[in-house]
Each structure stands twice: as C-alpha cells, then as structure tokens.
C-alpha cells in the first residue's frame, strides 16, 4: 500500500494536550486547542513523519531540548514580561527581605537569587537593580531560566527598545541602562555591563527540574504557574520549595495561590504583598 493510499492515524485533541502537559506542565482552554494541532499537523511533513501517530511517537520518545519539542514550546510559549512587572513586589524586597537577609547570612555570606520562567531576562534583571540598591548586600548572582532557547538568547544580549526600557524606574535607568549608538531612528537600549556581571541565564524546563539546582534566598516565579495545569502547579511549586534556603523567599504572582503548597513554607506579608517563606527543612509534605 502506497503512503498515499494509506490510512493516515489519528492523535485525540486530549493526548496532544497530556503530552505537552506532562512534559512542560503547559494547560490550555479549549479555545487554544485548534491553534495547537494546526501547528502540530504543520509539522508532520516538516518532520519526516508518515502521520499524526508518527509524529506524537517522535516527540514521546525525544527527550527535552531536542528540536521538535524545542520548535513546539517556541510555538505555544507566552514570552509576555516587562521590567518590574508588579512594583510592590519589587518592593517588598527591597524594604523588607533583603535587609533581613543581609542581616541573617552576614554580610560575608554569598546569595542566590532565582527568575523562573524569566522568559527575556526582564524580571532578573529587576531583581539585579534591586539588590544593587542594598547596602552591603555582599555578593550576589540572579539566575533567569527559562524553558526558551530564544527568550534566553534574548536576555543574555540584554538589548531592548524603547517600549521595554519605559519599564524601568528613572533612578535605575540612569544607573544601569545605556543607549546604543547607532544610526537607527528609534534608539535601543542595552543593560550595562555592571548589571549584566551580576546575572546568569540558563534554559530549563521547570517540570524536569533542569537548571534549577542551587540553594536559592530568593526565588521569583511571577505569571508562570498560571499556564500550568494544577498537578504541575504543585510539583513545580514542590521543587521550587526544595531549592529555597532556610529562611529564603519565594515569591509568587498576585492571584496564583497553589491549593496545595509544601509545609515548610509559611504564607509571610510584608508591604502588601503575600509571598511564601521556607522556614523547615522538610519540604517535601504537601497541604492543601
């Protein structure tokens, strides 16, 4: 039988949806799902598969960060951020959790900072500003991970364009960003290379626990956990706990409040804002 005589097999809309699910966390609404297997049968031929089942079996058995699930998630991933994307929680570790920091590890003492899902590097470079604010502070590192290739390529360069860099208080815009000189009408911006020392970027997909492998004091996971369906919101908040320091902070999205959340971390408010604080060494447990 020819491959055009044959009978081309089918993938539910339903399976596409739990392998993305498992592999990544990603949930969609139904509205989503067309967009998704449009993409998807776009790609068959692209891919050297014979069908649908072909290519679902390709991408089953290909493991994270091969080329058809790195060209997948590029497709389905919302690389929406900006600079100091909710304020108050800028500001809540500015005035409250890194004098307190500073003053329980000693001014000695090394700290960790975590963007996850920092897609173009806005939100870790925030954090970077902030900390550099903080009298001795000491020395510190912001990790951004992000399960983008591009969206990581992006905040490695540290390049933006007008739009974006509007995002950044004026105070820390003159300190830490600088103009590009060139002949382009509409002038872009970079982040200077004092800040840029201070912050490391990585792929990683949260689900698989990739890059994420340090004990973090602060761990910024914004707009990130809304995406997930709820079993990947737990296991992900679950890992992200495991990573925090005693006494670390991880601060979550203003309405993304897991419905289960590992008992070593105490819901804390400082400044408005509700964050999780690890105060055990046990955070494995879960309570709704």
């Given amino acids: 039988m020819s491959l055009a005589t044959r009978k081309r097999e089918h993938v539910s809309p339903e399976a596409w949806c739990q392998l993305i699910g498992r592999r990544c966390g990603l949930t969609f609404r139904d509205a989503q799902i067309p967009a998704v297997l449009q993409y998807v049968n776009g790609q068959i031929q692209a891919s050297g598969a014979v069908d649908e089942r072909g290519y679902y079996e390709l991408l089953s058995a ?4 091969g ?15 900006s600079f100091f994307r909710h304020p108050p929680s800028f500001e809540a570790v500015g005035k409250h959790i890194l004098p307190e920091l500073r003053e329980g590890r000693g001014r000695g003492s090394r700290l960790n900072f975590l963007s996850a899902g920092c897609a ?33 390529d992006v905040a490695r360069r540290g390049r933006y364009g007008p739009r974006a860099i509007a995002g950044v208080p004026s105070a820390y815009r003159t300190r830490f960003v600088r103009t590009i000189e060139n002949n382009s009408p509409t002038p872009n911006y970079e982040i200077a290379e004092e800040l840029r020392r201070r912050v490391r970027f990585s792929t990683a997909n949260l689900i698989a626990q990739g890059g994420v492998n340090l004990n973090y004091d602060i ?24 990573r925090l320091s005693l006494g670390g902070y991880l601060m979550l999205g203003p309405g993304e409040n897991p419905v289960e959340r590992p008992t070593a971390l105490e819901p804390i408010t400082a400044g408005g804002v509700r964050m999780l604080r690890r105060r055990s060494a046990a955070p494995a447990e879960v309570r709704s």
């Fill in 62 to 65: 290909e493991p994270d960060g």
């Fill in 67 to 81: 080329p058809e699930w790195t060209a997948l998630v590029e497709h389905l991933l919302n690389h929406e951020t």
């Fill in 120 to 152: 173009t590097g806005q939100e870790a470079y925030s954090l970077a500003m902030v900390a550099m604010d903080e009298d001795d502070l000491g020395n510190f590192t912001v990790w951004g991970a992000d399960i983008s290739r591009q969206a990581i």
């Fill in 219 to 242: 761990i910024f996971c914004h707009n990130v956990l809304i995406y997930m369906a709820p079993p990947a919101v737990s296991q992900v908040v679950a890992l992200l706990a495991a």
